[in-house]
């Protein structure tokens, strides 16, 4: 996270970082989880460039850079945020990280995640901001990013309880918006709904290399053109017909700033370990 925190500054293109962020994953001996994510100011989650982005950082700009790692389907999740050249957001970024601590003091086998949410949105309010409430962490398994326990950011009754050996990624969300994320627009970063027929031979093959490769994981479009030149139009037919969608991008729906920060936990039954940095 260090190394892609200092390639981010103003006037510098977000296609070009986000790629020399994953040639250093690849030559350091991982692959990559999800594309790497660049949530700029009120964009909360899911963004990254496409093969012709042209955009660029800005003076003031909060980014929430959220980074996953690999090896052999074992999986690290980790999200910092910064603000280029400015101090504006100091406070809501350090919210989102005391946040983060004070769900990691609470996290250990047997408690139930909506304590963990209650720690959570009760430090985000000491800073008088709110957490978002539609955003959660999550349990990971092998090759499986969500694997069905969410971790909540606000205050919840009941829920499942955490398990010796769970591995879980715990990621407040901090904004001075409405506290809810939606939206529409492609992301960039897409998953495969399913397997079957598809009659262009292109696109078949385009399906095949998508389960093979990434194994259930979520994808970039630039990345399939490392092995098909005329990916991004088989993409789409994959898309039309049911086959890959597209995750949105989720915009704060009172258009406020939003902060992330993010760690991998092993939950124990004495705490847990932290496994991110």
Do not use: C
Not at 133 to 153: D, E, F
């Amino acid at each position: 996270m260090h190394f892609g925190r200092d390639l981010i500054e103003s006037e510098k293109s977000m296609l070009n970082v986000t790629e020399e962020i994953e040639r250093f994953v690849k030559k350091n001996g991982g692959e990559l989880a999800f594309p790497t994510n660049l949530a700029v100011n009120n964009v909360g989650a899911h963004w990254t460039p496409s093969s012709k982005s042209n955009e660029i950082f800005s003076k003031g700009d909060v980014v929430k850079l959220d980074v996953g790692v690999h090896i052999d389907g074992y999986i690290g999740d980790n999200a910092l945020t910064l603000e280029i050249d400015s101090t504006n957001y100091t406070k809501m970024i350090e919210a989102s990280r005391e946040a983060l601590n004070a769900a990691i003091n609470v996290a250990v086998a047997g408690v139930n995640v909506g304590i963990i949410g209650h720690a959570v949105q009760d430090t985000i309010e000491k800073y008088g901001y709110r957490p978002i409430a539609n955003l959660t962490g999550h349990r990971i398994k092998r090759y499986n990013l969500h694997s069905g326990v969410s971790i909540p950011s606000v205050r919840e009754r009941g829920g499942p309880t955490l398990n010796n050996g769970d591995i879980v990624a715990i990621e407040p969300f901090v904004t001075d918006g409405a506290g809810r994320v939606g939206g529409k627009r492609n992301s960039n970063i897409y998953h495969l709904r399913q397997i079957r027929k598809v009659r262009d031979e292109k696109a078949t093959e385009l399906m095949k290399e998508i389960q093979d490769r990434y194994k259930g994981l979520p994808f970039a479009e630039r990345w399939l053109h490392e092995f098909q030149d005329d990916a991004t139009k088989n993409l789409q037919k994959l898309m039309r017909a049911g086959i890959v969608s597209y995750y949105p991008v989720l915009d704060e729906l009172g258009n406020g700033i939003v902060a992330q920060s993010e760690h991998t936990l092993l939950i124990t039954n004495n705490g847990n370990e932290v496994l991110t940095k």
